[in-house]
């Protein structure tokens, strides 16, 4: 089997070029006012951030009703797991990485 060295790419598919004065050549990019100072603005407002990280912070990590819940359906055998769940929960913990959910 023979391969072929690099094809050029299309016309329309070719990188932007810069001038060589490092300008960029796109004409609607706006000039930086002052290009030693950064700034960010938050479309969140700060009040609200702190109220839903107080309000996350109390949640618990481990759910005691839950876990207590599961505990007591499998003492009685009426917890009931399907194959697709279990292929689902091993997925998630192997190859995304993810904590298994219940």
């Known amino acids: 089997m023979r391969i072929d060295g690099p094809l050029p790419l299309p016309e329309s598919l070719q ?5 060589k004065s490092g300008a960029s050549s796109t004409p609607n990019r706006p000039a930086p006012t002052n ?7 938050l479309s969140v407002d700060a009040n609200r951030l702190d109220q839903l990280k107080t309000a996350l912070s109390q949640v618990p990590e481990i ?4 876990v ?8 009685n055998g009426s917890y009931q797991v399907t194959d697709q769940q279990l292929a689902d929960s091993i997925h998630s913990q192997l190859v995304m990485g993810k904590a298994p959910t219940t």
């Open 15 to 19: 990188p932007e070029k810069t001038q």
């Open 68 to 75: 207590a819940a599961v505990r007591e359906a499998m003492g």
């Open 35 to 41: 290009s030693n100072q950064d700034q960010t603005r």
């Open 63 to 66: 759910r005691q009703e839950r």
